[in-house]
């Protein structure tokens, strides 16, 4: 069975400091791995995904992950936190069946953010 | 703004009551999923349909039941709620890209 651990139920961090969130999943062939954010009262909005390719996955609002395979990781980060950044943070583990999309995501927990000015 | 549109935003019911919750996914996404948030349980996905058809299942209750109509807009129907059924109420849909996007979710408060 898949499954998604995020370690930290809470972060607190300066604004402009570097941020990390991190992921551990389980699953039991190749992941497709995912990171969305909710704020308040707010639906889902994805932030990155992973499928394959290159490791080091680019997303939106300056935001990039590192899937390692090893570690069984899809840590999240951030350089510069934003006062806007403040939000609660899921990382996702699914599957994929060429385009016909079977299949449930897992998600973790969640991390809560709050950016202090 | 992902596209996926679910009506209504809030709803407010009593024990016992059905409701009906109603999700419209991306133009040519043909995969909807419905989730369940709560505080205790987290994020759960319940059901998910591709192209009208029940294609996985999840943690879904007997007392919940879904289905997806030729236009693709899909309907999440609970009934005999209870007051553990409140809960934000997400839908998802997804097309070649195999890429979930949500909704802005029903958050359903039973009294």
């Known amino acids: 069975a898949q499954s998604v651990t995020q370690p930290d139920i809470h972060i607190t961090v300066s604004e402009g400091a570097s941020l990390e969130l991190r992921c551990n999943y389980s699953y039991g062939a190749t992941p497709y791995l995912f990171w969305y954010v909710q704020s308040p009262g707010q639906g889902l909005q994805l932030l990155l995904k992973y499928f394959s390719g290159d490791t080091l996955v680019q997303g939106i609002k300056g935001f990039e992950a590192e899937f390692k395979r090893s570690q069984s990781s899809f840590n999240l980060r951030k350089p510069s936190v934003h006062w806007s950044d403040a939000a609660e943070y899921f990382c996702?583990?699914?599957?994929?069946?060429?385009?016909?999309?079977?299949?449930?995501?897992?998600f973790g927990q969640g991390t809560i953010l709050t950016v202090h000015p | 703004d992902s596209g996926v549109t679910q009506t209504p935003k809030h709803l407010i019911t009593a024990t016992g009551q059905r409701v009906t919750l109603r999700c419209s996914p991306r133009s040519g996404d043909l995969s909807v999923y419905w989730y369940q948030q709560s505080l205790d349980q987290g994020l759960q996905f319940l059901i998910q349909y591709y192209n009208g058809e029940e294609r996985a299942k999840g943690n879904i209750l007997e007392r919940f039941s879904a289905q997806q109509f030729p236009d693709l807009h899909s309907e999440l129907n609970l009934s005999s709620l209870e007051l553990g059924d409140s809960a934000l109420y997400f839908c998802?849909?997804?097309?070649?890209?195999?890429?979930?996007?949500f909704g802005p979710g029903t958050r359903l408060t039973v009294l």
């Open positions: 996702a583990v699914g599957r994929s069946a060429g385009g016909t999309s079977y299949g449930k995501l897992t």
């Open positions: 998802a849909s997804s097309g070649v890209t195999d890429t979930q996007y």
